[in-house]
């Protein structure tokens, strides 16, 4: 495989004359994933640089290294090796206060995405640029590679009464962005308007997985193992809204579909006979050790992707779910919680359209939808691309 060496937003970012931030107070919005080409962490970069003055960091879901379970929250602490304050922005509110923006001039943000719409990085982000617009405060992204490529996109768009924090804007289950490029995006064509500068990388192609890169991989939250699983997790991440295991709790998070009460030799021989373009379906056997029917044996497939251009993770889960469905009718719940006013599966999908479409046993009308939004979402989003 030949590899692309790409140089990181971070890099670039060390690379030139930083005079001009001399005496601003800079706040680093970042976790494990935030490190130079030479994995070197981006907090000890600024940390150790004459010049800056690195005065807060700031956590999102999963924490500052990325321990904490999805959906955990975690409070305000002390960064243990430089003595500055972190503040949580996934406790009590994901949106930075007043109080923590004080404590800064200038916001860097540095974390590696993966390309999907329900990972909630993005939204993170998009909250710290309202801070940043309200308080005068400038922004500055570093930016990083999207690891499922650049070029292809799939699903649809979030409906307006269907926003949550795993899908706050209208963009694709797989919208083929860099984090740079959702920022300017997000800032324009929502009208956040903060001072926004994108510091681009050097020498990425929007064809590239991340394996071809050259760069290493920081996985950036528990469960983002193998670029298989993030080529999958635009698809297979709908399954979190269902009684169904999406592999929580195994070594194959988001690959693996299953439950106690399915049948893996039938289910896997009804998704090979859709004949489904780049991937295939193996039964198997596992037991979770957390989340949905954790020490419980469960059945179910794993989906082996054959062809990483031609698969496409977003109809092929929805068909396999469509399988599911069919057979499984009496089963197959939708996860519905206290504090949220639609189903999970439905926030997840950005519309009641998918759910009814399974219930009813015709997917079509979803799927002829998602052709639609990635048409026009193709269009919108062709004004905020950096890498041609």
Known sequence: MELNQVKLGVDVFFDRNLSELKGKRIGLLTNQTGANSDLISTIRLFHEHPE????????????????????????????????????????????????M???????VFDIQDIGARYYTYIYTM???MEACARMGKRMIILDRPNPIGGERIEGSVVDPDFTSFV???????????????LASYFNEEFHIRCELEVIEMEGWKR????????????????NT???????????????????????????????????????????????????????????????????????????????????????????????????IASVYAEKIKFLEYGNLRHPMFDLLAGND???????????????QQCKRDTERFMETRERYLRYR
């Open 52 to 99: 800056l003055q690195l005065a807060a960091l700031f956590a999102p879901e999963h924490g500052l290294l990325t321990n904490a379970k999805e959906g955990e929250k975690f409070t305000d602490a002390v960064h243990r090796s430089t003595g500055i304050p972190v503040f949580s922005l996934y406790d009590k509110s994901k949106k930075p206060t007043e109080e």
């Open 101 to 107: 923006m004080g404590q800064v001039d200038i916001v």
């Open 126 to 128: 998009a909250y710290m």
């Open 167 to 181: 899908g706050l804007y209208p963009i694709l289950n797989r919208h083929g962005m860099t984090v740079g490029e």
């Open 207 to 222: 064809s590239l997985f991340h394996t071809e890169t050259g760069l290493p991989w920081i996985p950036p939250s528990p």
């Open 225 to 323: 193992t193998t670029l298989d699983m993030m080529l999958l997790y635009p698809g297979t991440c709908l399954v979190e809204g269902l009684n169904l295991s999406e592999g929580r709790g195994t070594t194959q998070p988001f690959e693996i579909i299953g439950a106690p009460f399915i049948d893996g030799e039938k289910l896997q021989d009804n998704v090979n006979s859709l004949g489904l373009e780049g991937i295939r379906a193996r039964a198997l056997a596992f037991t979770p050790t957390y989340q949905k029917y954790n020490g419980q044996l469960c059945e179910g497939i794993q989906l082996h992707i054959t062809d990483r251009q031609a698969f496409k993770p977003v109809e092929s889960v929805i068909q396999v779910l469509a399988v």
């Open 353 to 367: 359209v998918l759910r009814r479409g399974l219930l009813k046993g015709d997917i079509h009308p979803f799927l």
